[in-house]
């Protein structure tokens, strides 16, 4: 069975700061990862993922990710955080092929300071 | 054009009553998903459908919980005998079905958000 850890709940940015989420799964193979954000009152939304090819994925809104097998991560950037990039972000790991059903992390809440 | 939808939005109950919860699809998705998010977790899968069938009810907690989709359009989830630890937002996707495409994304409606008193 697939896992996903996102070890930090909580992180904090000034507005124009870089800003990089941990995201680390298990799964026995290659696996197929996900970024959604979700703001207060709204759905899911899929930022970007991952496959197979290119280890760095580019998303909407500016964020990329990159895909590391060493180290089982999927961390999710940004070059420049925006106010209004303020949410939940949640990495998840599903199972290559089949139903694409995710398994998500906990999530962590993105804090943007003026 | 319309997202998914998912009704209502917020539903209060009391303990050992029972409940429904509905959800929209996009029109033309023929896969269907059900998650239960708890405060301060990660959804956590359900039930999905393709088409009118339930393909994988592995993530129904136990036989409390119920859903279906009859028409292959809009589904109910549904909860007999609600206890306090069922108290969670139920969130809903959906997507096109298997074989249109490697991958298809789901898209997901705001969630109900369910309190059991």
Same mark, same amino acid.
């Given at each position: ?22 995201c ?91 | 054009?319309?997202g ?11 303990? &050992?009553?029972?409940?429904e919860?509905?959800?929209? !699809? ?13 405060? &301060? ?8 459908? *393709? ?9 129904? !907690? ?7 989709? !009859? ?13 306090r &630890? ?11 079905? !298997? ?6 994304? *789901? ?11």
């Amino acid at each position: 069975a697939q896992s996903v850890t996102q070890p930090d709940i909580h992180i904090t940015v000034s507005e124009g700061a870089s800003l990089e989420l941990r995201c680390n799964y298990s799964y026995g193979a290659t696996p197929y990862l996900f970024w959604y954000v979700q703001s207060p009152g709204q759905g899911l939304q899929l930022l970007l993922k991952y496959f197979s090819g290119d280890t760095l994925v580019q998303g909407i809104k500016g964020f990329e990710a990159e895909f590391k097998r060493s180290q089982s991560s999927f961390n999710l950037r940004k070059p420049s955080v925006h106010w209004s990039d303020a949410a939940e972000y949640f990495c998840a790991v599903a199972p290559s092929g089949g139903s694409y059903i995710p398994t998500f992390g906990r999530g962590t809440s993105l804090i943007v300071h003026p | 054009g319309a997202g998914v939808s998912q009704t209502p939005s917020n539903k209060v109950t009391e303990k &050992g009553k029972y409940v429904e919860l509905r959800c929209d !699809p996009i029109s033309g998705h023929t896969a269907l998903y059900w998650y239960r998010q708890s405060l &301060g977790q990660g959804p956590e899968f359900l039930i999905y459908f *393709q088409g009118t069938g339930a393909a994988d009810d592995s993530g129904l !907690p136990n036989d409390r919980f119920f859903a279906v989709r !009859p028409e292959g359009s809009v589904s109910t989830l549904k909860i007999q005998r609600t206890e306090r &630890g069922d108290s969670a937002v139920y969130l809903c996707a959906s997507s096109l079905g !298997p074989g249109t495409s490697v991958y298809n994304e *789901q898209f997901f409606g705001p969630g109900t958000r369910l309190t059991v008193l």
